[in-house]
């Protein structure tokens, strides 16, 4: 017998037809002799729905009451999937956050899980009985319900599967699995069948929409071996697990690419130890997080530019922070949230001379101009304008031989 964590998206859940799919499923798990915990998203577009909801009231709507707001798609889900269930003649119910309980620690629209109670769930399966679990959701310490980021479906099924030891924690989606780059712009992307937590991971944080980085993280730290696959085909997905397993003939693996990210940059700051701390301690303790930096010396050799990249979101509120700081001396602010992240990924970087030089080589022949650059062992991202990104995914794409 084996102990199954399945998680559908929003679109594997977005109509009753869908749901009742879901409910199929199940039931063939169920008819291999398996233990199933299904961990469900909200309707697809339900929680967009809710969120304007909120705006309809204020723009700066509580993030308690919107944490409440935004469970309850997930727990419509549940519900139906457990009625559908029910249908089939299987013995099924759904467990709301506060029911398990699911605990949560940090704050409100962006909690982490921390613990659940398992004994009821694990009594229940041992009836043969399918938990249906909402996700995206948990409780605090103090008896609220919070929410832990979008996305946070896949955070919630790994963190399930951890928890209760599965076997495995399989999510499922609308596309066949991991592609090497986003299928709706290139057309000729491939499907990959293997893909280590590492490669996985620089991917999710790096844009690549499949999974959540978090999620990808607990597996990889909790040895949780992964699959992402189509809810509407039966063919195989991708496999995600230690990167012992796979095979590294191609220096890149994919290609992500990102439109979140905004350029910052400081003229005619003061060229001095402690001044980079003073610029950065602000919008650490303001929770704004920094990626790329980059520190251009002027032609006066007495001060510098610091440019740095962080969320389009938090353009104003970085802003608004260095402009009250007033230990912090520098000419001008200059901000460009026309910016795109395009990134290659890969294990088989690590012993490929070369890399870097065809990826900027490649995009200096498209004349695309590179604004920045952040590299790792198996990622080498760049900061170009947005309008070029088709262009750029298209052609890193070729030359790293993933057409």
């Known amino acids: 017998m084996v102990k199954k964590v399945l998680k559908f998206g929003g679109t594997s859940v977005g109509t009753i037809e869908r749901i009742q799919h879901v409910a199929s499923i199940i039931q063939k798990e169920l008819s291999s002799g398996n233990q199933v915990i299904a961990v469900v998203s909200a309707m697809a577009g339900k929680t967009n729905e809710l969120i304007n909801l909120s705006k309809n009231i204020s723009a700066n709507f509580n993030k308690r009451e919107l944490d409440v707001l935004m469970s309850t798609g997930e727990q419509v889900t549940s519900a139906l999937l457990a009625g559908a269930l029910s249908e089939l003649k299987i013995k099924a119910k759904s467990w709301l956050n506060w029911q398990i309980p699911i605990l949560t620690e940090g704050e409100h629209t962006n909690a982490r899980i921390v613990n659940m109670h398992v004994k009821n769930i694990q009594n229940y399966l041992n009836e043969k009985g399918v938990v249906i679990i909402p996700g995206f959701q948990g409780i605090s310490k103090n008896a609220d319900i919070t929410t832990i980021g979008r996305g946070g479906s896949d955070a919630t099924a790994v963190a399930v599967a951890k928890i209760l030891k599965a076997d495995t924690c399989e999510i499922y989606t609308d596309v066949d699995g ?153 000419k001008d602010i200059i901000h460009n949230d026309k910016v795109a992240k395009v990134s290659i990924v890969g294990a088989g970087m690590v012993s490929t001379p070369g890399v870097t030089y065809k990826m900027f080589r490649g995009l200096s022949d498209e004349g695309i101009n590179i604004l920045a650059i952040s590299t790792s062992e198996i990622k080498l991202s760049v900061i170009i304008d947005e309008e070029n990104t088709l262009n750029a995914i298209k052609k890193l794409h070729t030359i790293f031989d993933l057409d």
């Open 178 to 330: 991991i592609f090497s780059t986003d299928p709706n712009k290139i057309p000729v992307a491939k499907k990959i069948d293997k893909i280590s937590y590492d490669e996985m991971l620089e991917l999710s944080s790096l844009g690549a929409k499949v999974m959540q980085s978090s999620a990808v993280q607990t597996a990889m730290m909790y040895d949780i071996p992964l699959e992402v696959r189509s809810t509407f085909t039966n063919r195989k997905g991708t496999k995600i697990f230690d990167q012992q397993e796979i095979d590294y003939s191609k220096s890149v693996t994919g290609v992500a690419y990102s439109k979140d990210d905004a350029k910052i940059t400081l003229t005619g700051v003061e060229d001095k130890p402690g001044v980079a701390a003073n610029i950065f301690e602000p919008l650490n303790k303001a929770q704004i997080n920094v990626d790329m930096v980059i520190q251009n010396i002027s032609s006066d050799q007495n001060t510098t530019d610091i440019t740095f990249t962080i969320k389009r979101d938090d353009v104003a509120k970085t802003k608004q922070i260095l402009k009250e700081k007033s230990e912090i001396k520098y």
